[in-house]
């Protein structure tokens, strides 16, 4: 059965208001607000016996308007979605016999619009997801958190009910990509308890004090708007209720079909004005979810959570001292510790423009001393050292911690890394044995500290890195410090966490590497040379590999 509204025919149950413009503009020609809107709905599965439908809530509402070119739908003042057909179909999302105010926007050339309020009427939502409801709350109280780890835990894409609403094509977030920030770390910290209570679905959201906000709604949540993403302080206690639902986007095949409404402004983690969450896919321990952005439902946004807690629960501790160097001699580097490489090697594949000397390396005053000097040798104007401990050191797993000072000038591109100790061997060359830097600096970006791993599909410019800034470097040791376990790759700086990788059998990560220090000269990454440079020096107070 389909019911067909028009204005002049329901006076007494809608209010109409005719917007239009009446200028013109020679872009478009005559500008005719659109005229004669009409407006009717199916209700699915409506019949004699089912007047108010088959219980999953599903209408297909159908706008219709001279002149008109496309058509908005506003349902009870939220904005559902614009369709350019006149045909848009929705789901009622609270248990019960709904009625529903509609508002209809039909634009025109160039964005005149007339505007009418119509009202739908006696929708059945009687919904039932035993199996979603088991899922969520394992029969009895379930912890879910975000699943950082996976790539895309967190994205967006567009909303478009006549097209692909059904992945985030515009941003994924990559593995861990909101750790070791201030503004967003945050967002891991979040656990959401699902309970069944006497038949009834209740929420608790613990954030630990602060929620990830979007940039639009810093000023809802924090009082002042920030114009960027970032962590505020945000009180979330208290048991909600929550609501399962037929999804009103639906796309077959990449949805449950379910979704969930969380009471009293109850959201998952990101702070984006959604409080409906539709389920694309669900597990006993793992669940994707979709959501419009509140302000701008042209923006669906996608997370995944998991019933493991992002960090783990029994991380490995590397407490126990198993090789240091506290350089606490005069002379050359320890011969028993350390490898002095000597060359220039091809600009060492990334176009370097020193030659590595043993005597660019000593060690005096209690710390080793690597300078990189402007002087002629072999046919090269730079000189410097690079030192291993290959074949001497050599580890899988553990915590390594460098106290160091950094050269400075331009063109300076100091290192302290660890490479596979596979990488001679066939099949392992690099990046396919790993590379792990622990800290890079370049003199070109003073005291911006880079943190990078290389591997297959993301090496040289396509590395996994990321920075953090950390004033005087050059002027005042810092601790540089690398956590490697079988589940995590993390980087420190002074105990400042500034990126978080996660480990995994798929990646070379898990076999034993040995550590590099060296300063090298110009190259890829350390550009352009200061034009009087002499000599700088990267002074290292000690390291030491704990296991």
């Given amino acids: 059965m389909k019911k067909i509204l028009k204005p002049f025919?329901?006076?007494?149950?809608?209010?109409?208001?005719?917007?239009?413009?009446?200028?013109d503009d020679?872009?478009?020609?005559?500008?005719?607000?659109?005229?004669?809107?009409?407006?009717?709905?199916?209700?699915?599965?409506?019949?004699?016996?089912?007047?108010?439908?088959?219980?999953?809530?599903?209408?297909?509402?159908?706008?219709?308007?001279?002149?008109?070119?496309?058509y908005k739908f506003i349902v009870e003042g939220n904005d559902a979605g614009t369709v350019s057909g006149g045909n848009f179909p929705y789901t009622a999302t609270t248990q019960g016999v709904n009625s529903y105010e509609v508002t209809v926007v039909a634009y025109g050339k160039g964005g005149v619009a007339t505007t009418a309020s119509f009202m739908v009427e006696n929708v059945l939502l009687n919904f039932q997801?035993?199996?979603?409801?088991?899922?969520?709350?394992?029969?009895?109280?379930?912890?879910?958190y975000i699943k950082a780890a996976e790539q895309g835990h967190l994205g967006v894409g567009p909303n478009t009910p006549d097209g692909a609403n059904n992945w985030p094509s515009w941003y994924s977030a990559a593995p861990f990509e909101k750790a070791g920030a201030e503004a967003s770390d945050c967002f891991y910290n979040s656990k959401f308890t699902f309970s069944l209570v006497d038949g009834l679905i209740k929420f608790e959201h613990d954030n630990g004090g602060a929620t990830f906000v979007n940039k639009d709604y810093t000023a809802e949540i924090g009082g002042t708007a920030i114009g960027t993403d970032t962590c505020l302080p945000h009180d979330v206690s208290g048991v909600k209720n929550v609501t399962l639902g037929a999804s009103s986007s639906y796309v077959a095949n990449v949805s449950t079909g379910t979704q969930?409404?969380?009471?009293?402004?109850?959201?998952?983690?990101?702070?984006?004005?959604?409080?409906?969450?539709?389920?694309?896919?669900?597990?006993?321990?793992?669940?994707?979810?979709?959501?419009?952005?509140?302000?701008?439902?042209?923006?669906?946004?996608?997370?995944?959570?998991?019933?493991?807690?992002?960090?783990?629960?029994?991380?490995?501790?590397?407490?126990?001292?198993?090789?240091?160097?506290?350089?606490?001699?005069?002379?050359?580097?320890?011969?028993?510790?350390?490898?002095l490489e000597t060359g220039n090697n091809g600009g060492?594949?990334?176009?370097?423009?020193?030659?590595?000397?043993?005597?660019?390396?000593?060690?005096?005053?209690?710390?080793?001393?690597?300078?990189?000097?402007?002087e002629s040798f072999n046919g090269f104007n730079y000189t410097s050292a690079r030192m291993t401990t290959e074949d001497k050191k050599e580890f899988t797993y553990g915590r390594v911690e460098i106290r160091a000072k950094l050269p400075t000038g331009g063109g300076?591109?100091?290192?302290?890394?660890?490479?596979?100790?596979?990488?001679?061997?066939?099949?392992?060359?690099?990046?396919?044995?790993?590379?792990?830097?622990?800290?890079?600096?370049?003199?070109?970006?003073?005291?911006?500290?880079?943190g990078t791993l290389h591997y297959p599909g993301h090496s040289a410019g396509n590395a996994n890195t990321s920075?953090?800034?950390?004033?005087?470097?050059?002027?005042?040791?810092?601790?540089?410090?690398?956590?490697?376990?079988?589940?995590?790759?993390?980087?420190?700086?002074?105990?400042?966490?500034?990126?978080?990788?996660?480990?995994?059998?798929?990646?070379?990560?898990?076999?034993?590497?040995?550590?590099?220090?060296?300063?090298?000269?110009?190259?890829?990454?350390?550009?352009?040379?200061?034009?009087?440079?002499?000599?700088?020096?990267?002074?290292?107070?000690?390291?030491?590999?704990?296991?």
């Avoid at 025919?9 to 200028?23: E, H, K, N, P």
């Avoid at 020193?354 to 060690?363: G, K, S, W």
Wanted: glycine share 10%.
């Fill in 348 to 374: 060492w594949g990334n176009n370097e423009l020193q030659y590595y000397r043993a005597q660019n390396a000593t060690v005096t005053g209690g710390s080793l001393r690597i300078t990189a000097k402007a």
């Fill in 412 to 450: 300076t591109w100091p290192a302290l890394w660890a490479l596979g100790a596979n990488h001679n061997q066939p099949g392992f060359t690099w990046p396919a044995c790993g590379e792990i830097d622990i800290m890079e600096h370049v003199g070109n970006q003073q005291d911006v500290i880079h």
């Fill in 260 to 339: 969930f409404t969380i009471s009293n402004n109850g959201f998952m983690g990101y702070y984006i004005g959604a409080h409906t969450f539709e389920i694309m896919e669900i597990t006993a321990n793992r669940m994707q979810v979709r959501f419009l952005q509140g302000n701008s439902t042209a923006n669906a946004w996608y997370m995944v959570f998991s019933t493991e807690p992002p960090y783990g629960t029994e991380e490995p501790e590397y407490n126990t001292l198993a090789w240091e160097d506290q350089f606490n001699y005069e002379g050359a580097p320890d011969a028993t510790k350390w490898n």
């Fill in 129 to 144: 997801d035993e199996e979603t409801t088991q899922f969520l709350t394992g029969g009895a109280s379930k912890v879910w």
């Fill in 9 to 23: 025919s329901i006076l007494a149950a809608l209010l109409m208001l005719v917007i239009a413009c009446q200028d």
């Fill in 467 to 547: 920075s953090t800034t950390v004033a005087g470097v050059s002027n005042d040791f810092h601790i540089y410090e690398l956590v490697w376990s079988p589940s995590f790759i993390k980087f420190y700086v002074d105990g400042e966490q500034f990126k978080i990788f996660a480990n995994s059998p798929t990646v070379p990560f898990n076999h034993d590497f040995f550590l590099i220090f060296n300063v090298a000269m110009g190259g890829n990454m350390g550009g352009a040379i200061a034009p009087g440079f002499t000599q700088s020096t990267m002074e290292v107070d000690y390291v030491k590999v704990f296991e």
């Fill in 26 to 70: 020679k872009k478009f020609g005559d500008l005719v607000a659109p005229t004669n809107l009409t407006f009717s709905y199916d209700i699915v599965g409506q019949s004699a016996e089912f007047p108010n439908g088959d219980g999953t809530g599903k209408i297909v509402m159908h706008a219709g308007a001279d002149n008109a070119i496309s």
